[in-house]
Structure formats: C-alpha cells, structure tokens
C-alpha cells in the first residue's frame, strides 16, 4: 500500500456538512461527485497528501443510509491507495481478508475501488483504491 488516499465521512447532507468542513479545514472542497451505483453523493477536500472524502446517501437502501441508521455520522472508512489493485486483491485474500467484491468497481474521483470486510479488519471499513489509467 502506498499511502492513505483518504478518510471517508459519513454525514446526513453534503449542504450542512460542506461548509463546515471548508470552515474546518480551511481549505475549499474542490469536487462534488454522484456515484448511482453506491447511492452516494460525494464532496473531496485535499488535506496535505490525503484526502477528506464526504458521504451522503442518495437513496434510502444505500450502505451509507444504513450506516447512519445503524453508527450515526462519522467515520465511515479508510481508504489506502494502491499500485496494482487486481494483485492487492488477490494477496489480501490469500492471506484471509474477506473483500466485498471480487472484481475492482468504479468509484468517485476517477478510482478502481475494492472494499475489505470489516470484520476481517478489526472493525474497520478498509478500501482500496487505485487511480484509472
């Protein structure tokens, strides 16, 4: 794994939490983003080398509407960049991590994106993300 990508938020609507967080950390978002897919509606704010990442569902029965129900808001996930996601994958299965999928699915800010379960992970939502070429 390269570096930590960024850290995904989940929050109940971009509109409330977007300001806040430019406020918070002085810095402008610089990308809003839909993936239908997931039902989620993103906002991207560059902290250093990472990235702070905004969750707001877009539909009732997505994985962060059920987060929210279920935690409340907060820190959703983790998500570590990688050069080869396919051979990330197959070394972190070999080596008994679940993966939420077996195939690398589109994501927001134009990535390859697997997500590890996290319970093969001590409680954390782990995803890996590679840029596309």
């Known amino acids: 794994m390269l570096k930590i990508e960024h850290i995904g938020i989940a929050i109940k609507e971009l509109s409330a939490s977007v300001p806040l967080?430019?406020?918070?950390?002085?810095?402008?978002?610089?990308?809003?983003?839909?993936?239908?897919?997931?039902?989620?509606?993103?906002?991207?704010?560059?902290?250093?080398e990472a990235?702070?990442?905004?969750l707001e569902?877009?539909?009732?029965?997505?994985?962060?509407a059920k987060f929210i129900v279920k935690?409340?808001?907060?820190?959703?996930h983790?998500?570590?960049?990688?050069?080869?996601?396919?051979?990330?994958m197959?070394?972190?299965s070999a080596l008994g991590f679940e993966l939420l999928n077996d195939t690398p699915k589109n994501?927001?800010?134009?990535?390859?994106?697997c997500f590890l379960h996290p319970k093969t992970t001590n409680g954390v939502l782990i995803e890996?993300?590679?840029?596309k070429k």
């Open 21 to 48: 967080f430019e406020q918070l950390l002085n810095t402008p978002c610089y990308k809003t983003e839909s993936v239908a897919s997931e039902g989620v509606n993103t906002a991207f704010f560059q902290t250093g």
């Open 51 to 54: 990235k702070i990442e905004l």
């Open 57 to 64: 569902a877009s539909r009732e029965d997505s994985p962060i």
């Open 71 to 76: 935690k409340g808001e907060g820190i959703h």
């Open 78 to 88: 983790i998500a570590f960049e990688v050069e080869n996601i396919e051979a990330e």
């Open 90 to 92: 197959k070394r972190l």
């Open 107 to 113: 994501g927001a800010d134009n990535k390859l994106v």
């Open 128 to 131: 890996l993300c590679q840029e």
